[in-house]
T-cell receptor, first 110, second 117 residues
Framework: GEDVEQSLFLSVREGDSSVINCTYTDSSSTYLYWYKQEPGAGLQLLTY?????DMKQDQRLTVLLNKKDKHLSLRIADTQTGDSAIYFCAEIHNDYKLSFGAGTTVTVRA | GAVVSQHPSWVICKSGTSVKIECRSL??????MFWYRQFPKQSLMLMATSNEGSKATYEQGVEKDKFLINHASLTLSTLTVTSAHPEDSSFYIC?????????????FGEGSRLTVL
C-alpha cells in the first residue's frame, strides 16, 4: 500500500474552513510537511510540524498531529479562492527522502 | 525561504533526441538534490538522489542509462533524458536540501515540463 494516504478532493465555500486529512506510516519521521501545488508549478512548502508537537498554528493554517494514529491534518481558516490548489502531505525518512501522498485537490467555490 | 531554480521550464523535443534539465540552488549549498517525476493528476515519484561529487542513487525501476544525473557542484544538478520517447513526457521537479537547516526541509524548483513528439 501507499506510505502516505490522503483524500483526493475537497470542495469548500469561500470563507469557510478547509480540513485536509492525511495518514502516514513511518513512525520515525521527524518532520511532516504540507506542500501546495498550483497548476503547472512546482511545490511550495506551506508548513511543517516536528514529530514531538501536537499542533502548530501559522496565520490561517493549523496543523494537527496525532502521532499514535499517524494522522496529520491541515486546516485552512477563511478559505479564499487563491487557496484552490493541490495539497500534498509528506513524511521524511532517515535518508532525507520524502514520501508524498497522492494530493488533495481543493476547489474553493464562491 | 531558499530558492531552487529549474531550467528550462518547458521543452518540446523530437523523439530520439536528448534533453538536459538543470536544477540550481540559488542561495544555499546543496550536497543532495532529488529528482521527481509527476504524471498528470498524480503525486510525485522519486526518481533518484543526486549526490555532489559522486554517483546518483536511482530508485527501483528507474533506468540510470536513460536518466543521466550529474551533480558537479554544490549548487547544480542536471538531469539528461537520453533518446527521449513520448512516454518520457512528464513534469520533472527537482528539490534540494539546505544542509544548514535542521528541519530537513526540501526546497522545490518550479518544475520542467517535457513533451516528446
Amino acid at each position: 500500500g501507499e506510505d502516505v494516504e490522503q483524500s483526493l478532493f475537497l470542495s469548500v465555500r469561500e470563507g469557510d474552513s478547509s480540513v485536509i486529512n492525511c495518514t502516514y506510516t513511518d513512525s520515525s519521521s521527524t518532520y511532516l510537511y504540507w506542500y501546495k501545488q498550483e497548476p503547472g508549478a512546482g511545490l511550495q512548502l506551506l508548513t511543517y510540524i516536528f514529530s514531538n508537537m501536537d499542533m502548530k498554528q501559522d496565520q490561517r493554517l493549523t496543523v494537527l498531529l496525532n502521532k499514535k494514529d499517524k494522522h496529520l491534518s491541515l486546516r485552512i481558516a477563511d478559505t479564499q479562492t487563491g487557496d484552490s490548489a493541490i495539497y500534498f502531505c509528506a513524511e521524511i525518512h532517515n535518508d532525507y527522502k520524502l514520501s508524498f501522498g497522492a494530493g488533495t485537490t481543493v476547489t474553493v467555490r464562491a | 525561504g531558499a530558492v531552487v531554480s529549474q531550467h528550462p521550464s518547458w521543452v518540446i523535443c523530437k523523439s530520439g533526441t536528448s534533453v538536459k534539465i538543470e536544477c540550481r540552488s540559488l542561495d544555499f549549498q546543496a550536497t543532495t538534490m532529488f529528482w521527481y517525476r509527476q504524471f498528470p493528476k498524480q503525486s510525485l515519484m522519486l526518481m533518484a538522489t543526486s549526490n555532489e561529487g559522486s554517483k546518483a542513487t536511482y530508485e527501483q525501476g528507474v533506468e540510470k542509462d536513460k536518466f543521466l544525473i550529474n551533480h558537479a557542484s554544490l549548487t547544480l544538478s542536471t538531469l539528461t533524458v537520453t533518446s527521449a520517447h513520448p512516454e518520457d513526457s512528464s513534469f520533472y521537479i527537482c528539490s534540494a536540501r539546505d544542509v544548514g537547516l535542521e528541519t530537513g526541509e526540501l526546497f522545490f524548483g518550479e518544475g520542467s515540463r517535457l513533451t516528446v513528439l
